[in-house]
C-alpha cells in the first residue's frame, strides 16, 4: 500500500515549456486535489475532483488544468511554464466516508521554472 | 474571500514546555477544523481535527480548542519534545466540501534543548 505517490520529484523547465505532474493513489478515494505550497503561504488549492471524470476549480487555477480520466490517477498540467509558478506542488486525496475527512498529502514536486 | 489567519509565524520554546498556535477564520459556515504538521522536507500530515459540534477534543499531548463564537481555534501541545519541531498548519473548512478547506499560512515550530 503506497498511499498517495507522485511524479516526477523534482523538475526544472524554462518559460513557456509544457509539462504534466502525475499524482497516484491506490487507497480507492474519491476525492483528489492539488496544492502549491509557497514560503509563507501555506497551501493553496489549484484544482481538484470529486470523483472520476470529474474537476473543478479551486483557488489558484489560473494556468494549470487537470484530468481524472481514472479514479486513482490525478494530472495536472502547466501548459506554457511562467516563473511565477515556481512553487512545491503536492497532491492529495481523501474518502468522505467513515466521518473522516483526512487529506492525504503525496511527498511533492519541486518545480523550478527560469 | 474566506480566509484563514494563523499565529504567530514563528515560535520557539524550551523543551518540556506548552506550545500554542492560534487561528481565526472568516467563512461562519466552516465546520471541520483539521490541524497539519509538516516535517522538514516531508508530507504534510493530519494530527489532530475537530468538528464544530465540539469544543474541545484531544490526543495524547496535542488538544484543540474551537471556539464558533469567536471564530478562532488553537492548537495546544504540552510538554513539548524535540520531535514536536515542525511546520504546523490550521484548516477550515465545510465538511465533505473539498473546494472550502482553507490552508492557514504555517506556524514553524522549534523546540530549545
Known amino acids: 500500500n503506497a498511499g498517495v505517490t507522485q511524479t516526477p520529484k523534482f523538475r526544472v523547465l524554462k518559460t513557456g515549456q509544457s509539462m504534466t505532474l502525475l499524482c497516484a493513489q491506490d487507497?480507492?478515494?474519491?476525492?483528489m486535489y492539488w496544492y502549491r505550497q509557497d514560503p509563507g503561504m501555506g497551501l493553496r488549492l489549484i484544482h481538484y475532483?470529486?470523483?472520476?471524470?470529474?474537476?473543478a476549480k479551486g483557488e489558484v487555477p489560473d494556468g494549470y488544468n487537470v484530468s481524472r480520466l481514472k479514479k486513482q490517477n490525478f494530472l495536472l498540467g502547466l501548459e506554457s511554464a511562467a516563473p511565477s509558478q515556481t512553487s512545491v506542488y503536492f497532491c492529495?486525496?481523501?474518502?468522505?466516508?467513515?466521518?473522516?475527512?483526512?487529506?492525504?498529502f503525496g511527498p511533492g514536486t519541486r518545480l523550478t521554472v527560469l | 474571500g474566506e480566509n484563514v489567519e494563523q499565529h504567530p509565524s514563528t515560535l520557539s520554546v524550551q523543551e518540556g514546555d506548552s506550545a500554542v498556535i492560534k487561528c481565526t477564520y472568516s467563512d461562519s459556515a466552516s465546520n471541520y477544523f483539521p490541524w497539519y504538521k509538516q516535517e522538514l522536507g516531508k508530507r504534510p500530515q493530519l494530527i489532530i481535527d475537530i468538528r464544530s459540534n465540539v469544543g474541545e477534543k484531544k490526543d495524547q499531548r496535542i488538544a484543540v480548542t474551537l471556539n464558533k463564537t469567536a471564530k478562532h481555534f488553537s492548537l495546544h501541545i504540552t510538554e513539548t519534545q524535540p520531535e514536536d519541531s515542525a511546520v504546523y498548519f490550521c484548516a477550515a473548512g465545510r465538511y465533505s466540501s473539498a473546494s472550502k478547506i482553507i490552508f492557514g499560512s504555517g506556524t514553524r515550530l522549534s523546540i530549545r534543548p
Open positions: 492529495a486525496s481523501s474518502d468522505q466516508t467513515g466521518g473522516t475527512d483526512t487529506q492525504y
Open positions: 487507497m480507492n478515494h474519491e476525492y
Open positions: 475532483s470529486v470523483g472520476e471524470g470529474t474537476t
